[in-house]
């Protein structure tokens, strides 16, 4: 088996050099890493995490919290997260953090306090004022995908005016009774919540009443935004989803009302989820690949990693226009 001393006669250089190449850690030149790379990868050398541990102080492992495996939008912002990690060689942990709170509890209480990570993502999850005061307790990078708490950095897309540009187009076409399919939560903080903020905000600029038996509440799902649509579409010209999924949803609704879409009926979704343009849905693409990517590479610079600073501001997001909406019919 190969060790770092047959690197550092492949590579030309010193052991002490492979060992600062290939841990990231200290002054090594592109060229210089690019050759021992090479070397290593021609040996078959692995550094074996737990030296490169104990020689740097780091795990080289981010530990990662994320409500449900089983959606598109986590295990897509998922992709995007790992994808970068790995690229710069780093492991991953993931914590599933539901809403038992015994199992919380552990998690923030002792996985997290353990050492073992160098830094943490959180995926869209609202922790508590005591999770957000354990996060800043670890001592290591914390980088929210989605409205972080003080001190602690964030990726996000600004849902309310995603919200208020979904609803703005509708608008501009000429519908006032448009009704909005979307995840009922106290916390102002949420996409859910800013998305109808959004929502509300543009029918009051334009001079539209909000209706709140426009408003019909239901998970992220397909048959969420189904059962949802199918209360509000016998009152509305169009409709705008919270999520791809629900827009999905309310496609079926009005195929089950006989309403023709978007003769009859115009429908908006938010994610750019693959399935809205299968089903030719106009939608709000809020780049998930992207946002993990983003959070990867900001976590990865606060560690001090040779990574590209990633921009400023909140997430872009795009309107993607597929032939779901048109004026009301007269």
């Known amino acids: 088996m190969a060790g770092i001393d047959d690197v550092a006669r492949l590579a030309g250089v010193s052991t002490a050099t492979v060992s600062r190449a290939l841990s990231g850690r200290g002054p090594v030149s592109k060229a210089t890493r690019a050759r021992v790379d090479a070397a290593a990868r021609r040996l078959g050398y692995v550094v074996q995490a737990s030296a490169s541990s104990l020689a740097s102080g780091r795990t080289r492992c981010i530990g990662i919290l994320v409500p449900l495996l089983?959606?598109?939008?986590?295990?897509?912002?998922?992709?995007?997260?790992?994808?970068?990690?790995?690229?710069?060689?780093?492991?991953?942990?993931?914590?599933?953090?539901?809403?038992?709170?015994?199992?919380?509890?552990?998690?923030?209480?002792?996985?997290?306090?353990?050492?073992?990570?160098?830094?943490?993502?959180?995926?869209?999850?609202?922790?508590?004022?005591?999770?957000?005061?354990?996060?800043?307790?670890?001592?290591?990078?914390?980088?929210?995908?989605?409205?972080?708490?003080?001190?602690?950095?964030?990726?996000?897309?600004?849902?309310?005016?995603?919200?208020?540009?979904?609803?703005?187009?509708?608008?501009?076409?000429?519908?006032?009774?448009?009704?909005?399919?979307?995840?009922?939560?106290?916390?102002?903080?949420?996409?859910?919540?800013?998305?109808?903020?959004?929502?509300?905000?543009?029918?009051?600029?334009?001079?539209?009443?909000?209706?709140?038996?426009?408003?019909?509440?239901?998970?992220?799902?397909?048959?969420?935004?189904?059962?949802?649509?199918?209360?509000?579409?016998?009152?509305?010209?169009?409709?705008?989803?919270?999520?791809?999924?629900?827009?999905?949803?309310?496609?079926?609704?009005?195929?089950?009302?006989?309403?023709?879409?978007?003769?009859d009926v115009s429908i908006v979704g938010v994610d750019g989820h693959e399935l809205a343009e299968f089903f030719g849905l106009d939608s709000i693409d809020q780049f998930p690949l992207q946002q993990g990517r983003r959070a990867a590479e900001t976590v990865l610079a606060a560690l001090g990693e040779d990574v590209p600073a990633p921009p400023p501001g909140p997430v872009p997001f795009r309107y993607v226009s597929r032939g779901s909406v048109r004026p009301p019919a007269t």
């Open 70 to 263: 089983d959606r598109w939008f986590y295990s897509t912002v998922l992709s995007g997260v790992t994808a970068v990690l790995m690229e710069h060689g780093y492991d991953v942990t993931l914590y599933n953090l539901t809403t038992d709170q015994a199992e919380r509890e552990r998690i923030f209480d002792t996985f997290l306090r353990r050492q073992r990570v160098d830094g943490v993502v959180v995926i869209a999850i609202t922790p508590t004022d005591r999770e957000w005061e354990q996060l800043r307790e670890i001592g290591h990078p914390v980088v929210v995908i989605g409205e972080g708490g003080d001190g602690i950095r964030s990726v996000m897309v600004d849902d309310e005016a995603v919200g208020h540009t979904a609803t703005t187009r509708l608008l501009e076409l000429g519908h006032t009774a448009i009704a909005h399919i979307g995840m009922v939560t106290d916390d102002p903080h949420t996409s859910p919540a800013a998305r109808h903020r959004g929502y509300e905000r543009a029918l009051r600029e334009a001079g539209v009443a909000v209706a709140p038996a426009l408003f019909a509440p239901g998970d992220f799902t397909v048959g969420g935004g189904r059962d949802a649509a199918a209360r509000v579409l016998p009152s509305a010209s169009a409709v705008f989803a919270a999520s791809d999924e629900l827009a999905v949803g309310a496609l079926f609704a009005a195929r089950d009302l006989g309403l023709r879409v978007p003769e």
